[in-house]
């Protein structure tokens, strides 16, 4: 009778404890349901998924006809890919449309540098930046990014060159103009033209460095394309899935080293981008500014012309009579 009656406290409390926290689950767990199907609900809300050929394309609840584009801008980018390098990916590739800043650098681990509108990463996925004022540019952007995507899966993720990748990614962009030109021509003038290990390292720098960087590959590559043809990126990504290094696979497409070939395409830019050809980008700029004047100019006159006209009817008064012009009598 005394052991029964010195367990009873204790029986009692455990009870109470087992009440006491069966109430609060009660309580907490429609809470926490409504909690997480809120969630659920806002990221349905907030992402939507369009399917293409060759991609998957999630963007946000408000962007579908972005999204369209993008898509459009997907396939042709990936058909010109495809060609360059004689490769299709197995699977479809995954597009990201960031709908904020802080989405892409989340999605991106925020190791980009801030002038960065778009990346790729592994396996077959794009994330691109909301592009905010720059939307004009996803033509380039997105087959950019495309040739990255490809590469790397062709190479099996083998080793590749930053000077390689992005040559031939800025080659299928078609994004090069008077502005590159002009970059080169300066840059091959005064002695400030980047090795290959240069180029390796500097797209984690400033802008300025990483669009030269961005124009010596593409350089590279279309000297490569001259000495070579347009089969040689698909010869020496073959290597590189056989189990190459970039070197040897480089070689055995080329049949010049890596290194050697550096200061033949180094060379070539000097005696290509040189004062002459600054000077010769000066009279078209020049002759375009002045088309553009002498056109403005002509439409002013014009327009002047034409509103002259109208003053003059609406302020003639209406009691004057406009009589034929006769030759005055000759007798």
Same mark, same amino acid.
């Given at each position: 009778?005394?052991?029964t009656?010195?367990?009873?406290?204790?029986?009692?409390?455990?009870?109470?404890?087992y009440?006491?926290?069966?109430?609060?689950?009660?309580?907490?767990?429609?809470?926490v349901?409504?909690?997480?199907?809120?969630?659920?609900?806002?990221?349905?809300?907030?992402?939507?998924?369009?399917?293409?050929?060759?991609?998957?394309?999630?963007?946000?609840?408000?962007?579908?006809?972005?999204?369209?584009?993008?898509?459009?801008?997907?396939?042709?980018?990936?058909?010109?890919?495809?060609?360059?390098?004689?490769?299709?990916?197995?699977?479809?590739?995954?597009?990201?449309?960031?709908?904020?800043?802080?989405?892409?650098?989340?999605?991106?681990?925020?190791?980009?540098?801030?002038?960065?509108?778009a990346?790729?990463?592994?396996?077959?996925?794009?994330?691109?930046?909301?592009?905010?004022?720059?939307?004009?540019?996803?033509?380039?952007?997105?087959?950019?990014?495309?040739?990255?995507?490809?590469?790397?899966?062709?190479?099996?993720?083998?080793?590749?060159?930053?000077w390689?990748?992005?040559?031939?990614?800025?080659?299928?962009?078609?994004?090069?103009?008077?502005?590159?030109?002009?970059?080169?021509?300066?840059?091959?003038?005064?002695?400030?033209?980047?090795?290959?290990?240069?180029?390796?390292r500097?797209?984690?720098?400033?802008?300025?460095?990483? @669009?030269?960087a961005y124009?010596?590959?593409? +350089?590279?590559? %279309?000297?490569? =394309? $001259?000495?070579?043809? /347009?089969a !040689?990126?698909?010869?020496?990504?073959?290597?590189?899935?056989?189990?190459?290094s970039?070197?040897?696979?480089?070689?055995?497409?080329?049949g010049?080293?890596?290194?050697?070939?550096?200061?033949?395409?180094?060379?070539?830019?000097?005696?290509?981008?040189?004062?002459?050809?600054?000077?010769?980008y000066?009279?078209?700029?020049?002759?375009?500014?002045?088309?553009?004047?002498?056109?403005?100019?002509? @439409?002013?006159?014009?327009?002047?012309?034409r +509103?002259?006209? %109208?003053?003059? =009817? $609406?302020?003639?008064? /209406?009691? !004057?009579?406009?009589?034929?012009?006769?030759?005055?009598?000759?007798?």
């Amino acid at each position: 009778m005394k052991n029964t009656v010195s367990m009873m406290p204790e029986t009692n409390c455990k009870n109470k404890v087992y009440r006491l926290v069966n109430r609060w689950v009660r309580l907490i767990a429609p809470a926490v349901f409504l909690c997480l199907f809120s969630v659920a609900v806002s990221a349905a809300e907030t992402s939507r998924t369009l399917r293409t050929d060759h991609f998957s394309i999630e963007y946000p609840a408000a962007g579908k006809p972005y999204a369209e584009l993008v898509g459009d801008i997907a396939e042709s980018g990936y058909k010109r890919v495809a060609e360059m390098l004689d490769y299709e990916p197995d699977g479809p590739v995954r597009l990201v449309i960031s709908g904020t800043a802080e989405d892409f650098k989340r999605l991106t681990n925020g190791v980009l540098p801030d002038w960065s509108s778009a990346a790729a990463r592994p396996p077959r996925t794009i994330v691109l930046s909301p592009l905010s004022g720059g939307k004009m540019g996803i033509e380039h952007i997105i087959p950019h990014e495309i040739m990255h995507v490809f590469l790397y899966d062709a190479s099996e993720g083998a080793f590749v060159p930053r000077w390689f990748h992005e040559g031939l990614a800025e080659l299928v962009s078609g994004r090069g103009g008077i502005r590159s030109r002009w970059r080169l021509t300066w840059k091959s003038m005064h002695g400030g033209l980047l090795s290959f290990e240069d180029i390796q390292r500097i797209f984690s720098g400033d802008a300025d460095a990483a @669009a030269l960087a961005y124009d010596q590959s593409e +350089i590279a590559v %279309r000297i490569l =394309t $001259e000495m070579h043809g /347009g089969a !040689v990126y698909a010869g020496i990504v073959d290597r590189l899935a056989a189990g190459d290094s970039f070197g040897q696979a480089f070689e055995t497409a080329t049949g010049v080293s890596v290194s050697r070939y550096e200061t033949h395409y180094l060379n070539e830019i000097r005696k290509r981008y040189t004062a002459r050809q600054l000077l010769s980008y000066i009279p078209g700029t020049w002759t375009a500014i002045m088309v553009l004047a002498l056109v403005a100019w002509v @439409a002013t006159k014009l327009r002047s012309r034409r +509103i002259m006209k %109208r003053w003059e =009817t $609406e302020e003639r008064p /209406g009691n !004057v009579i406009d009589f034929d012009h006769f030759p005055p009598d000759e007798d």
